[in-house]
């Protein structure tokens, strides 16, 4: 098990997790934009008050989620494969 079924599982289920994170990332944007939470409730938020640096600075942070996600899958499957 340790030896023979892990080592071909493994990078499709770290995969797989690392996409999922993803996902969450921007549907938690989207959503909080039509007002049920997340990232898209504080984007949302500072767009009605009219705070372009906060608006930024969530876009950014949106961004950079996403960036740590992608880096982190490329460097773990490089790492396993």
Do not use: D
């Amino acid at each position: 098990m340790l030896y023979g079924i892990l080592p071909q599982v493994l990078p499709v289920i770290l995969g797989i997790v690392i996409f999922e994170w993803e996902i969450n990332i921007r549907r938690s944007a989207v959503l909080g934009l039509v007002g049920a939470g997340g990232l898209g409730l504080v984007f949302f938020r500072q767009m009605h008050t009219f705070n372009y640096p906060g608006v930024t600075t969530v876009i950014i942070a949106i961004f950079g989620l996403v960036l740590i996600g992608e880096v982190v899958s490329h460097y773990s499957r490089k790492a396993l494969i």
